[in-house]
Each structure stands twice: as structure tokens, then as C-alpha cells.
Nanobody, 113 residues
Framework: QVQLVESGGGLVQPGGSLRLSCAAS????????VSWYRQAPGKERELVAS?????????YYADSVKGRFTISRDNAKNTANLQMNSLKPEDTARYYC?????WGKGTLVTVSS
């Protein structure tokens, strides 16, 4: 059974950083690409970043996060990460990990002074 568990969210001031993690289990993690999505209150879920199964293909980033967010993965640990720097209030959202056709429950990021 596919299980994806996000962690690392929280309250941070504008300009701050957070590192989100997605722990995967129940399937062969290294066979699948991973994506991070986010959904702000009242808005549709949007793709933030993606990484290939091996991590060797150029990653995708939404224009709104380019240069500030970095996606990575560790196939030996079955984890994917999203390093978020220079956070802005508009980054406030619940962040979800998607892999192997399934979703985690998300972790809440709030950027506020």
C-alpha cells in the first residue's frame, strides 16, 4: 500500500526558510518521479516542483518559486525534499507530495510576520 507522509511545515516569517520532507513506503520509490503541489485557501491545487525517478533529469519548477525552492530526493532513504528559501506570504498553503499516483495528506506552511 502506497503511503506518503509529509513533514516540516510550520509558521515562518517572510524571508525565512523551511525544508519539507516526504517519506514514502509500500512501493519501489526509485521507480517513480515525485512532485510537490500546494493548495492555498480558496485556490486550486497547483504544481510547485517535480523531480524524475533518478533525480538526474532537469527538474521542473513553477515560475513563482524558481530560484527560491529546490526539490531533491534520496532513493536510499525513500524520501523527497523541498527546500524553500526566501519565503513569501503568498507561499502560504498546504503542501502535498505526489508519487506513484497517490497523495500524502499534506503539511501546512504559513508565512507571516
Amino acid at each position: 500500500q502506497v503511503q506518503l507522509v509529509e513533514s516540516g511545515g510550520g509558521l515562518v516569517q517572510p524571508g525565512g526558510s523551511l525544508r519539507l520532507s516526504c517519506a514514502a513506503s509500500g512501493f519501489t520509490f526509485s521507480n517513480y518521479g515525485v512532485s510537490w503541489y500546494r493548495q492555498a485557501p480558496g485556490k486550486e491545487r497547483e504544481l510547485v516542483a517535480s523531480i524524475s525517478s533518478s533525480g538526474s533529469i532537469t527538474n521542473y519548477y513553477a515560475d513563482s518559486v524558481k530560484g527560491r525552492f529546490t526539490i531533491s530526493r534520496d532513493n536510499a532513504k525513500n524520501t523527497a525534499n523541498l527546500q524553500m528559501n526566501s519565503l513569501k506570504p503568498e507561499d502560504t498553503a498546504r503542501y502535498y507530495c505526489r508519487c506513484a499516483g497517490d497523495w500524502g495528506k499534506g503539511t501546512l506552511v504559513t508565512v507571516s510576520s
